[in-house]
Structure formats: structure tokens, C-alpha cells
């Protein structure tokens, strides 16, 4: 990755107490510039391999998806759809609120 001009699409803290925090690609190839996923927000239309728990809670233990280096183009691409999720949330909130 070191010849790529493009150094803002991949980024690795080899310090993290938890690197790699997913199996199944080359820790040389570990990006976690997306440690925190931003497709989550887009729950079954992430796109990612995920479960949910019985709680209800979406776990994405097995999801590599955002962490290799290759997809930063396409997690980018989804940014408008990911501002539509929070206009629309932001928007039930205050019908919510005018409600009470």
C-alpha cells in the first residue's frame, strides 16, 4: 500500500489490543480505517456478513468487508445512502417530539 498516492484510504494500528480484530485476510492487508463500520446504520442493507443476537443486537464478527482495502470505494459510494437513513431518522424524532 506504501507506493499508493492514496494514503487516506487505508490506515492500520498494529498497537490495538485487538489487531487483527477479524480473521480471514492477511493482517498485512488489515485496513481499519473503518473499525467502526459506517454501512451499520444501513442494518440488513449493509451488505456485510452479519447476525443478530437474540437480543436484537447486529453482530458483525464475521463481516471483513470494511477492512479490506479494496472496498473503500465502494463504502464511500453509500455515503448519500447512509445521510438518507439519518434524514429520515432525524425527521421521525422531531414528528415524534411535536407529537407530545
Known sequence: MSENKE???FFQNREC??????QGIDPEDFNCLFCYCPLYALGKRCGG???YSP?????????????RA????LIIERYREIADVV?????????EAGDK
Open 17 to 22: 489490543e485487538y489487531f487483527p480484530c477479524h
Open 55 to 67: 437480543k436484537g443486537i447486529k453482530m458483525c464478527t464475521d463481516c471483513v468487508f470494511p477492512h
Open 87 to 95: 434524514r429520515r431518522e432525524d425527521a421521525w424524532h422531531e414528528r
Open 70 to 73: 479494496e472496498n473503500y470505494p
Open 49 to 51: 456478513k452479519f447476525e
Open 7 to 9: 494514503h487516506y484510504r
